[in-house]
């Protein structure tokens, strides 16, 4: 089981990239079980907010955050000083051109942008995922979690597919007020 952080959105030091919200990425983590000796990859990394947690739950192992924006890859690397994730690599660049910097076999990947090449990543998690590894795609759209699940049966096993809609307490005229994030699709799979 995943040791989680769940560190709140405020820890952050935040720009223009996206971030993923607080509990999408505890139960991210959650549902990717990172034992402490893992290797993670994070792609599309963004803020960082899933490779901090990850590098968290990785205490022993490695977390390679891959990034092509300049401007989120400056934040990735203030927030890895700023949690002292020193088990982070940041790995600039487009994946899946880029995972080929990764030399060694990876026990979990996370997908938080797929570029418009996620077959492509797919085949890189399958050829480089260890036995027993897994991974987990977080999607905003429909058509991108559609087509990532028809992929995901086709290269892994038990995938999974789960819609989560979030909603915070926000005060109002001494009231409390639902408010509604946008809803996520997490889609998970695992490699035999």
């Known amino acids: 089981m995943s040791k989680i952080a769940g560190y709140k959105d405020e820890a952050y030091l935040r720009g223009k990239a996206p971030m993923t919200k607080r509990e999408i990425r505890i139960l991210t983590i959650s549902l990717l079980a990172i034992n402490a000796g893992d290797v993670v990859v994070d792609i599309g990394a963004g803020t960082g907010g899933l490779t901090m947690e990850a590098a968290y739950a990785a205490e022993n192992g490695k977390v390679y955050a891959v990034e092509a924006k300049a401007t989120a890859l400056e934040l990735v690397q203030k927030n890895k000083a700023h949690f002292g994730a020193d088990n982070v690599v940041i790995i600039p ?63 892994f096993d038990n995938v999974e597919l789960i819609q989560v809609g979030i909603s915070r307490g926000e005060g109002i005229g001494g009231l409390t007020m639902l408010k509604a994030s946008n809803p996520i699709f997490i889609i998970t799979g695992d490699v035999k």
């Open 93 to 155: 660049g487009k994946a899946p051109e880029v995972l080929a910097e990764i030399k060694e076999p990876v026990d979990r990947v996370i997908i938080g942008g797929s570029g418009g090449n996620i077959e492509g990543l797919f085949q890189w998690c399958k050829a480089n995922i260890r036995a027993g590894g897994r991974v987990i795609a977080n999607f905003v759209t429909l058509e991108n979690a559609a087509q990532a699940t028809t992929l995901m049966n086709h290269y």
